[in-house]
């Protein structure tokens, strides 16, 4: 089945610079690739997704890049903010796993004032 | 529109004990998921369904039983509770297998 990792687990990074995860997966036939961010204490909300015929994709502050060849896409926050602090995971799906998201581990992203 | 209701929000059981977690969406999706999350970890599907009377194993579905018997509503039975299900539990739903909308979760402790 799909196999995916996120690194770093963990990331701090001083406010205002940018951060970068990148999540790798297996499943070649992938083609729906999804980034959710998770609160303390609350529930998983999509930020951004990429399908596998883009090669990146931007939302103001938030941009996401695939490398299908590589088979890894990454996550980019630019001038981070207090409230970027979070869990973010990424969800990758397709054939191999029964077009169900197999979730990352996710990383902890800590914005230092 | 309330999106992704759960409850209870919090329960605690004993082991050997049963119960029932609902969830209920208003948005018409087809796509419904159980999850459960461990501390400080991703989260792993219990089950999922693509439609009423339809329902099928996800990667962790040993302990657990689902049903769907109208598209808004998905109930998560437990039977037998052991402490390793201590866990939080979240409901989803999607219209296609793309962006899923998660409920509030049900945190659940068994002793």
């Known amino acids: 089945g799909e196999n995916v990792e996120q690194h770093p687990s963990t990331l701090s990074v001083q406010e205002g610079d940018s951060a970068v995860i990148k999540c790798t997966y297996s499943?070649?036939?992938?083609?729906?690739f999804p980034w959710y961010k998770q609160e303390l204490g609350k529930r998983p909300q999509l930020i951004i997704d990429?399908?596998?015929n883009v090669g990146e994709k931007k939302d103001q502050r938030i941009a996401v890049t695939l490398n299908k060849t590589a088979k890894h896409f990454s996550l980019h926050i630019t001038e981070t903010q207090p409230e970027d602090s979070a869990v973010y995971f990424c969800?990758?799906?397709?054939?191999?796993?029964?077009?169900?998201?197999?979730w990352g581990a996710g990383t902890k992203l800590i914005i230092k004032p | 529109n309330a999106g992704v209701t759960q409850t209870p929000k919090f329960r605690i059981l004993k082991i050997g004990q049963s119960m029932t977690l609902q969830c209920a969406q208003d948005?018409?999706?087809?796509?419904m998921y159980w999850y459960r999350q461990d501390p400080g970890m991703g989260l792993k599907l219990i089950y999922y369904?693509?439609?009423?009377?339809?329902?099928d194993k996800g990667e962790v579905p040993n302990g657990y039983n689902v049903s769907r018997s109208t598209t808004e509503d998905f109930p998560l039975r437990l039977e037998l509770a052991a402490p390793s299900q201590t866990s939080v539990y979240f409901c989803?739903?999607?219209?296609?297998?793309?962006?899923?909308?998660f409920g509030p979760g049900t945190r659940l402790t068994v002793t």
């Open positions: 989803a739903s999607s219209y296609n297998v793309n962006e899923q909308y």
């Open positions: 948005m018409n999706h087809n796509y």
């Open positions: 369904s693509v439609g009423a009377g339809i329902t």
């Open positions: 499943d070649s036939a992938s083609n729906y």
């Open positions: 990429i399908r596998s």
């Open positions: 969800a990758p799906y397709g054939r191999d796993s029964n077009y169900q998201l197999i």
